[in-house]
Structures are given as C-alpha cells and as structure tokens.
T-cell receptor, first 115, second 110 residues
Framework: DGGITQSPKYLFRKEGQNVTLSCEQNLNHDAMYWYRQDPGQGLRLIYYSQIVNDFQKGDIAEGYSVSREKKESFPLTVTSAQKNPTAFYLC??????????????FGSGTRLTVV | SQQGEEDPQALSIQEGENATMNCSYKTSINNLQWYRQNSGRGLVHLILIRSNEREKHSGRLRVTLDTSKKSSSLLITASRAADTASYFCASPSGNTPLVFGKGTRLSVIA
C-alpha cells in the first residue's frame, strides 16, 4: 500500500544535540512538507520541497534544516539552534498543482521532547 | 495558500446528533479541502470541493461551498464517538503549501 512513513514515533533530544526526523513516501509525489504542531495549535510550515535537490523555507525555518536527495525522502534535522523544539512534527506529501488536486497525505507524526 | 478560519473552536455533541463546523476564507479559491486529525496522529484528507461545486457528499460527510460568502461548512450526520477529532479546512493558492488554522475540536459523547 502506498503511504508516507515517519520515524521515529517518539524522540528525545538533549540540550545542544542535533536530531534527524525521517520521512519517506512511496506515493510518487513530487512535493513534500514539514509542519510543526504545538498543543492546541494549528500547523506551522517549516520547510517544503517541490522537486529533488530543491527546497524552500516556510514560516518557521530557523533552527531546522532539510535535504531532498531522493524523491521519496525528505528528512528534517532539528539543530541545537532551535531553542524550543519540543513539539509534534508532521510530514506530508502531495502532487503539484496541475497534477490533480487530491489533497495532502500526512504521516503519523514524530513527537520530539527535549530532556 | 490562505489560512481557513474554522468556527467554532470547540463543539461537543451527543452521539447520533449532527455536527456542523464552518470555514471562512479571504480570497478567491480553486478548491477547499477538509481534514481530520485524531489526537496524536497525522491529518487525514476527508474531502475536496472545487470552486464550481456547491455541495459534495462522502458517506456521512456533506460539504457545502458558498463562494459569494467565502465560506464552507462541513456537516457530519449521525455522529459517532469515533468522529471525535479536530477538523481543519485549507485552500491552496498557486504553488504555495497549504496553511492550516487551529481547527474545530469536535467531541462526540456516547
């Protein structure tokens, strides 16, 4: 079955440590996205990519980095520069506009906690 | 993309009742999408309604779109406890990613 997989489900980070969240999709989608969700809040866009080897900053990119070396993969690194990283991170993928608007497919999320 | 504003922020109903939540937006749209998020999970795409459609059904879901009022509504008929979730609307604009608001938190009490 096609889908999008995020791992790990839970992640603990020590102060000053970089951590990488994995996101893999087998839907052949061109576009991939990372969102952050804080309790009781909506989703805020961190980074997105519409083509391999290219990505754009979202609204809250500071303290995060991404890569898009393969169409299927869009890992997110939370760096030590992100001062308040505790949150729920969601990865999504979609076709590009013009390829048929069928909405986004989301992964099940990674909950990151700073210890 | 533009952020949809969902209303109400929270809704509590009894099982079997209908649930209606609303979405308002500011600029013209090509389509509007509704998503559901169960607690601690990712969002699930429920339904997409295009700007030239006025109403769309999917099972117990009914979505309406009023482009003159720049608003949409999601009706869930005969609610079940399993419908308890947050519901979000969003509308794409060009190539920019979807923007999600805070959603409507629906509680269906058995």
């Amino acid at each position: 079955d096609g889908g999008i997989t995020q791992s790990p489900k839970y992640l603990f980070r020590k102060e000053g440590q970089n951590v990488t969240l994995s996101c893999e999709q087998n839907l052949n989608h061109d576009a991939m996205y990372w969102y952050r969700q804080d309790p009781g809040q909506g989703l805020r866009l961190i980074y997105y990519s519409q083509i391999v080897n290219d990505f754009q900053k979202g609204d809250i990119a500071e303290g995060y980095s991404v890569s898009r070396e393969k169409k299927e993969s869009f890992p997110l690194t939370v760096t030590s520069a992100q001062k308040n990283p505790t949150a729920f991170y969601l990865c999504a993928s979609s076709n590009l506009p013009g390829q048929g608007g069928h909405g986004y497919t989301f992964g099940s999320g990674t909950r990151l906690t700073v210890v | 993309s533009q952020q949809g504003e969902e209303d109400p922020q929270a809704l509590s109903i009894q099982e079997g009742e209908n649930a209606t939540m609303n979405c308002s937006y500011k600029t013209s749209i090509n389509n509007l999408q509704w998503y559901r998020q169960n607690s601690g999970r990712g969002l699930v795409h429920l339904i997409l309604i295009r700007s030239n459609e006025r109403e769309k059904h999917s099972g117990r879901l009914r979505v309406t779109l009023d482009t003159s009022k720049k608003s949409s509504s999601l009706l869930i008929t005969a609610s079940r406890a399993a419908d308890t979730a947050s519901y979000f609307c969003a509308s794409p604009s060009g190539n920019t990613p979807l923007v999600f608001g805070k959603g409507t938190r629906l509680s269906v009490i058995a």
